[in-house]
Nanobody, 113 residues
Framework: QVQLVESGGGLVQPGGSLRLSCTVS???????MAWYRQAPGKQRELVAR???????NYLDSVKGRFTISRDNVKGAVSLQMDSLKPDDTAVYYC????????WGQGTPVTVSS
């Protein structure tokens, strides 16, 4: 069973930055990976996706602010988040895309002054 461990979240002021990291217990070679988020009272949504050839897609509201990357050798996926806004407040998760693995605990991000 693949295990996902997210880290790097925290409290940040609007306009600030955070870098989220995700480690995967299994291989991510040949697998499209993604970051998702779930805000309080809302459904989980896909934030950013990166394919095996490193093509990327982003939620419209984060384009130009977030950058997803991957390290196949380390089995890791990262999300650099800049110019954060209060609407980015959520618990962030990584998973494959489409999701077939169990969800990790996620890492909470709070953007507030």
């Amino acid at each position: 069973q693949v295990q996902l461990v997210e880290s790097g979240g925290g409290l940040v002021q609007p306009g600030g930055s955070l870098r989220l990291s995700c480690t995967v217990s299994g291989t991510i070679f040949g697998i499209t990976m993604a970051w998702y988020r779930q805000a309080p009272g809302k459904q989980r949504e896909l934030v950013a996706r990166i394919t095996t050839d490193r093509s990327t897609n982003y939620l419209d509201s984060v384009k130009g602010r977030f950058t997803i990357s991957r390290d196949n050798v380390k089995g890791a996926v990262s999300l650099q988040m800049d110019s954060l806004k209060p609407d980015d407040t959520a618990v962030y998760y990584c998973n494959n895309c489409p999701t077939t693995w169990s969800w990790g605990q996620g890492t909470p991000v709070t953007v507030s002054s």
